[in-house]
Structure formats: structure tokens, C-alpha cells
């Protein structure tokens, strides 16, 4: 069963009385959700906007936006995914060149400066109480249905922004049938003999961003009760671990961080076996101290937003016999999931050599026949394991001469007092571009001086990868997924640089 049936039996079949999603320390039950969904769904049908039509939400973190995430998907429409996480002005542009014709967000979204004159000059506007309940409050819908049609072979059921960490997010959409694979290769199958599961799930990163949304459709296709969270915080986050003793648990890199920095008492953590991390990639030595601190072990995964969720990552059991002699490793390729790496002729390498990561699975667009290239560099061991070794589109070309990101941001974090660094192409009239880093100082540790991180560079560094300029901040600018944001750094140093030029 897919997860648009599936979505359809439960909001028809769970019991209403039966718990579904905890938010700030209250319960929606399934008659909630149901009631909620029903109430979107009678708005968009008296609107003329059936099946295939195309619905735009503004998606937070709350019971009643993953209501109707459910409603639309399982009605056969489009979820176009829009992030109140944005300015006001960006969200606005946003929505405008959607061109959705019906738009659900709740009050505060649509009260942001903007917001809803761009909804409403495209189409209706349809507010989303915190009760659930749904209202018209402007503008008016086009009847005829619009988007991709329901006839087609496996129409489109989501639109989402990627995360927008090395320029403007771009709009991707992924299929019905996309879902389903990524949900069966993350091994998210329900019970085949019940509807709804004992079992619970933690959900913290934002529905907007695959990670959030694939852990939401987890939960909804598994029947396992949601422990929503608008955000990671790490007392609440652990509290929700202690009260539903989660045997399983997500935590992006730099939140990894913080439960170790804080130093949560282990027994606050007892019943993890094993934690998730994904987004971003997670150094070896911090999962390493998280598993010998708590003796839980850290799964990375690696996906995309186009391949609907992770294609490749660690098991448990992968865990157990490979880590010692694979740490540092995104893991292997899921089942249903074909990786290979190659040149720039195209042409596959010899086991073991570097490369541009390929893969090839119905959880891509183009399915499961066809090689789809990726922008990552990679390579492929004997045993299988795939080996992320940076991005083939950071390069910086500076004066004609190639710098990779990571090479300088290896060196930076060598220094004691850099906990992360991230480096950036910064656009220059002369040589085309400059590599620009920021580093986050390490806590405990003195700042370290601009002068000494250069000093490093330039010993270890050729002389074009030596950055042009470092920022020292107490915190990297980061995306809404944690990811280090690029597009914020290099407007960090534009500051920067602006405030050192004479009038």
C-alpha cells in the first residue's frame, strides 16, 4: 500500500479517539486530524479544485499543518511546500511565483507584511486556526484544476524548496511513486496486520526541508504516534526521549553537538540504541564521541531533496561490524539504491578511485532506469561503502587555478579553537572568484586571531588557497536544516569588507 492509500485509510479508519501527534505537551488525537483534513478538503472541493489541482501551504511544525499535508496528498492533490521561515518580503516572492491557486496558512503567516495581497492577487487565501479549523479570508480560486494530472502514470504529490545552501532554493517535484520508494528503502512498511503502532517517532526538523517532511510521512505511513517539535531544543528534545523511552531518534550535526557540549547525563538517553543524522555531513570523530559518551551508535545517512529522502547511509547492523574499519563513511547504498562514480568523460572509474557521485532508483524523477549525476565527489570502496569527498560544484576558480572548499576548511579546523569552519567563493573582477572562510570558535577555547588561521593556511596551503578573508564568529550562519549557509557567509564578509572601505 502506497502512502496516498495509506493516508486515505487512516484519516477514513483510525480511531478517533486514538493519540496521533503530541505538540507542546498536549495531544491531537486521530479524530483531530481527521476533522481538520475534512475541513480543508470541503474548502478546496467547493472551490472546484479537485484532484491534481496544485495547494500551497505555508508549513510549520504543528498538528494541524501536518493534518493537511495528509488531506491534500491523500486527495490526490499537490502539496506545494512554501517556508515561513523566510522573511516576509522573500516569502511573498515565494508565493508569487508559485502561482498556486489556493493558499493555507495560519493567521500569523498571512498577517506578515505582504503575504496576503501575493496570495490573494493569484488566487483564494484559506486561514489555518491553531484549533484546526479552516476560513476563507480573501481572494478567489480559479474552478478549473490546475497542475499535474491525476491520469498520469505517478503524478506529482509534492513540490518543496531545496535548502538553499549554496544559492536561491529551487523547486523540486517529487512523484507519488517517488515517496513510496524512498519510504520502502528507508525501511518506513507498516505492520501489515494494524493500522496504528504503540511506537513513537520524534520529529524536529522543519517540515518544510525533506528531513522533517520524510520523518512526518514516516510516522503518518507507519502508524506511529508523531512527537512534534517546532525546532530542536535540546531540554524539551531530551524530555520527549525520557517520557516515550524512543529507541530511535534524528539529530542533525550540530545538534549532536550540543547534547555532547551540555553534557546530558547518560542515563537521560538510556533507551536510544541508535540516532540518525543526515543534512550535512557528520565528521567521524563526533559521532565517535557521541557513541563511546553514550554508548548509542550515529547512523549517517545520505539523500537529497530529489531523491525524496536518503538513498545510502548505515544500519545497525552495518554499524556492529564496519564502523571501527569504515568510521568517517556515509555508509552503503539502500536496497532498491545503485551508486557508482565517475570521470568527467562520464565514463565509470575503477573501484576505489574519486569521482562524481551517480545514482540510479525510483526515488529520482527520471526512475529507475536511468543514471542520475549528482554534485557530489565520491568513491566507492571494495565492501561497498561510499566515501563523500566534497562537492564538485564548490570548486572556486581563482585566477584559473582550482580550490577546493573542503581542503581549506580541513586546515582551518586544525586549530584548536575552530570547532567548524566553512569556505566560500566570493565573486572577484579579477580573478573570477576568491575562497572567503568563517570559523566557529570552539567553546572553551580562546578566540583565535585572523592572523594566526592565515598563518595556518599559508603553511598548508598552496598560495591560491589561502583564503582572502576570515571571519571569526561565534556561530556559523546556518539554513533552517542546520546546513552552513553560504549565501549568508559570503553577506557576512561583503559586510565586513564594506565597513573596512573608506567612504
Known sequence: MGIRDRLTRLLREAPAAA???????????????RATAQAVTDQLDAAGLGAGSRVGVVLENRPEHVAITAAVIASGRCLVTLSPLQPAARLAADIERSDVPVVVAGADALAR?????????????????????????????????????????????????????????????????QLDQGLASGGQVPKPDRLLARSASLVATPLVHIGGLWGALAC??????????????????????????LRAAGLVPAALRTVLDADVPPNRLASLQVVTSGTAPCPAELADAFFRKYGIRVLMTYGATEFAGAVAGWTLSLHEQWWHAKAGSAGRAFPGVTLRVTGADGAEVPQGESGQLEVRTRQTAQGADTWVRTSDLARIDADGFVWIEGRADDAIIRGGFKVAPDTVKRVLETHPGVREAAVAGLPDTRLGAVPVAAVEIEPGQQAPRVADLVALCRAHLTPYEVPAHVLVLDELPRTPSSKVSRVELLDLVRAQLAEKTPA
Open 19 to 33: 493519540e496521533a501527534i503530541e505538540h507542546e505537551g498536549a495531544w491531537w488525537t486521530w479524530g483531530d486530524v
Open 113 to 177: 507584511d505582504g503575504v496576503l495581497g501575493a496570495v490573494t492577487a493569484h488566487g483564494l487565501a484559506l486561514e489555518l486556526g491553531t484549533d484546526g479549523t479552516v476560513r476563507e479570508v480573501g481572494g478567489a480560486a480559479p474552478v478549473a484544476a490546475t497542475g499535474p494530472a491525476e491520469t498520469e502514470a505517478s503524478p506529482v504529490a509534492i513540490e518543496m524548496l531545496t535548502s538553499g545552501t549554496t544559492g536561491p532554493p529551487k523547486r523540486v517535484h517529487l512523484s507519488v511513486a
Open 220 to 245: 503518518l505511513h507507519t502508524g506511529r504516534r508523531m512527537i512534534l517539535m517546532a525546532k530542536f531544543v535540546l531540554e524539551p528534545w531530551v524530555g520527549a526521549v525520557e517520557r516515550h523511552r
